[in-house]
């Protein structure tokens, strides 16, 4: 079944009731020893439609990981049904790989001590890519992700933000359908996670890629997912926009104002000053309001030498969900 055939049919990727559960051991006593078992992905349900780009984000150890394991045929489910470009990824794991990509930000698929252009043909070899569309394909994300003066450079060379674009590059040389991004920027700093988002909201808009995207950042989601999904102790918390997620789980953005000189608290419309240190204050605004007319507000009022903007923090956004039943029952 193609791309096309999948988008006029169903999704791209379901999960029905989907569990997987591990029996932990420990101790108990001098002797005994107990058994328990511990959910890591417990029940989750949801689609995804071809072409779409959704955020899966969670605390640590929420089940993110155990859910892209199983997703990819690594991890076999306890229980449920899960489907991936139509088939079960566990039972047709090697048929499943030459239709989706992964990138693990911490991670590498590259071979450390060959050059970036050796490792890439090493791929083009393992998935069997025609040559023409391989050359074709190189050379395109050589030029989106200006990799042409490192493709002879061996990888371990390559600094952080290099070597992921040669990540994800490696993972779409043979044209996968889903792309599976596993903490893509971190470490990476302010112009290669740039770089990296531009490129990956083209290779989402032009190629109809679906981009399943895991991350502690709520840059990424902001730039790159129409959609997110909120996982926390292996259940589904939320899944909507991301606006709707900051209002369900009122979350606030906070501007960092140094003024030229100390003043009391700024007042200004939309916004609420939280803390004052000397010439230093930080005004907190919900999530989901544009910090443009707040910035221009204090701008206009007060005479400031520097501005920051400081994100909500994911595990907080999450916490403030799951502690609301009227939220989290919609998902349970």
Avoid at 41 to 47: H, K, L, W
Avoid at 163 to 181: N, Q, S, T, V
Avoid at 204 to 223: F, K, S, Y
Wanted: glycine share 8%; net charge negative; proline share 5%.
């Amino acid at each position: 079944m193609d791309r096309t055939e999948l988008q006029q049919t169903e999704p791209i990727i379901q999960l029905e009731e989907l569990r997987r559960s591990f029996v932990v051991r420990g101790k108990a006593g001098r002797v005994l020893r107990e058994k328990r078992i511990v959910h890591a992905v417990d029940g989750i349900t949801a689609s995804i439609n071809v072409g779409e780009a959704c955020g899966y984000i969670g605390a640590n150890g929420a089940g993110k990981s155990t859910t892209i394991k199983m997703l990819t045929g690594i991890l076999v489910p306890t229980s449920g049904r899960l489907s991936v470009a139509g088939v079960d990824p566990s039972r047709d794991r090697v048929a499943l790989t030459r239709r989706i990509g992964v990138v693990f930000g911490q991670r590498t698929t590259l071979w450390w001590d060959l050059p970036l252009r050796d490792s890439f043909d090493l791929l083009r070899r393992i998935y069997r890519i025609d040559v023409a569309r391989y050359r074709k394909n190189l050379a395109t994300f050589t030029d989106l992700l200006e990799l042409g003066d490192l493709l002879d450079t061996p990888v371990r060379q390559l600094s952080l933000g290099q070597r992921m674009r040669g990540d994800i590059a490696a993972a779409l040389l043979h044209d996968p359908e889903i792309l599976y991004l596993d903490e893509p920027t971190i470490g990476l700093d302010i112009v290669s996670k740039g770089r990296l988002r531009e490129f990956l909201r083209e290779i989402n808009a032009d190629r109809g890629v679906t981009v399943l995207l895991t991350t502690h950042d709520l840059q990424d989601i902001e730039q790159l997912c129409s959609r997110v999904m909120v996982i926390d102790h292996g259940s589904m918390v939320f899944d909507g926009p991301l606006d709707v997620l900051h209002r369900s789980g009122g979350a606030t953005r906070t501007l960092v104002v140094d003024l030229v000189d100390e003043a009391p608290a700024i007042v200004v419309p939309g916004a609420v000053v939280k803390r004052v240190e000397g010439p230093r204050q930080w005004l907190s605004f919900p999530a989901d309001a544009s910090a443009a007319p707040l910035v221009a507000a204090v701008a206009a009022s007060y005479d400031v030498a520097d501005l920051s903007l400081l994100e909500p923090d994911i595990e907080d956004v999450i916490r403030e969900i799951y502690e609301r039943p009227e939220i989290h029952s919609q998902f349970s």
